[in-house]
């Protein structure tokens, strides 16, 4: 009986600095994950800090910041499991194995995140940005993983998939400081065309919100059906550009009214001819 302790004993003493090294290796791993945890947060607070003050909107310094987490975090976590004695290896190519079956079923999950890395590296908007992307107008609110928020005027929330932003064209309305309004204006041709225009020069030069440089273009464009058509394309400041555009049409039939030039209105003429019996 007591050789029978006694083996055992010598067995137990033959394990006891495997478990040692065990133990220290599994704190050891632990330091590693949690510090790095730890640095990875703070390298990421700081790098979308530093975006910030380079004057990139909060929502792709955020995206960037994000990203930049979470590659940290995967190679703290390898480097935490190689220290506790884990094939990392072997474990990494399971991951990739597991990774591509998962590519292949959320391929369009994937397609909006690549996308969406576009968006952050080319930049073709911003936060605040009025867009027609998507087949969808609004201002963008924000950009996530896989999906641009946009906001309408009416304060709908629509949320475009970042793969339909990048497979189409993108119209950003915001993006210079000034645009120009594109109008039509159509006049009788029992008008006088010169009164028309001079009445169209006062108005514009009497509004303030448009610029003098580029200059106002006023100008015959088609002598139409039932209509001269003019061309008037002020410049204004894009975010004037919807109020100038409701004004100015509203004062030219205002003032259009009271001198007397007639804007003419779809009309059809019908003759009836009578057949005699």
């Known amino acids: 009986m007591n050789e029978e302790i006694e083996a055992l004993l010598e067995q137990g003493s033959e394990w006891v600095p495997v478990l040692i090294d065990s133990g220290i290796n599994l704190l050891i791993g632990l330091v590693v994950f949690f510090v790095g945890k730890f640095i990875a947060s703070r390298v990421a607070q700081?790098?979308?800090?530093?975006?910030?003050?380079?004057?990139?909107?909060?929502?792709?310094?955020?995206?960037?910041?994000?990203?930049?987490?979470?590659?940290?975090?995967?190679?703290?976590?390898?480097?935490?499991?190689?220290?506790?004695?884990?094939?990392?290896?072997?474990?990494i190519a399971i991951l990739g194995a597991a990774g591509l079956a998962v590519g292949l079923a959320?391929?369009?999950?994937?397609?909006?995140?690549?996308?969406?890395?576009?968006?952050?590296?080319?930049?073709?908007?911003?936060?605040?940005?009025?867009?027609?992307?998507?087949?969808?107008?609004?201002?963008?609110?924000r950009i996530e993983l896989f999906h641009t928020y946009l906001k309408t005027?009416?304060?709908?929330?629509?949320?475009?998939?970042?793969?339909?932003?990048?497979?189409?064209?993108?119209?950003?309305?915001?993006?210079?400081?000034?645009?120009?309004?594109?109008?039509?204006?159509?006049?009788?041709?029992?008008?006088?065309?010169?009164?028309?225009?001079?009445?169209?020069?006062?108005?514009?030069?009497?509004?303030?919100?448009?610029?003098?440089?580029?200059k106002c273009l006023i100008a015959v464009s088609e002598l139409a059906d039932s209509s001269v058509n003019f061309f008037l394309r002020p410049w204004v400041a894009s975010g004037d550009?919807?109020?100038?555009?409701?004004d100015l049409l509203e004062k030219i039939k205002y003032t259009f009214d009271e001198q007397g030039v007639g804007i003419p209105y779809p009309q059809m003429d019908v003759h009836v001819h009578k057949q005699e019996s």
């Not at 190689?82 to 474990?91: A, D, L, N, P, R």
């Not at 369009?108 to 590296?121: H, Q, R, T, W």
């Not at 930049?123 to 940005?129: A, H, K, L, Q, T």
């Not at 993006?175 to 009445?199: F, H, N, P, Q």
């Open 46 to 91: 700081w790098c979308e800090k530093r975006l910030l003050k380079a004057s990139v909107d909060q929502a792709v310094a955020g995206f960037a910041s994000s990203i930049l987490y979470a590659l940290m975090f995967a190679g703290i976590a390898l480097m935490a499991l190689g220290q506790i004695g884990v094939e990392t290896t072997s474990f």
């Open 106 to 141: 959320l391929q369009g999950s994937l397609s909006n995140f690549a996308s969406g890395v576009l968006i952050i590296l080319l930049r073709p908007f911003r936060s605040g940005d009025f867009i027609d992307a998507g087949g969808q107008m609004g201002t963008v609110n």
């Open 153 to 214: 005027p009416d304060n709908r929330v629509i949320i475009v998939p970042n793969s339909s932003v990048m497979d189409g064209s993108i119209v950003n309305f915001s993006r210079e400081s000034t645009r120009r309004l594109d109008l039509v204006i159509g006049i009788s041709y029992d008008a006088d065309i010169r009164l028309a225009k001079k009445l169209m020069e006062e108005i514009v030069n009497a509004d303030e919100r448009i610029l003098k440089d580029p």
């Open 241 to 246: 550009y919807w109020t100038v555009r409701a």
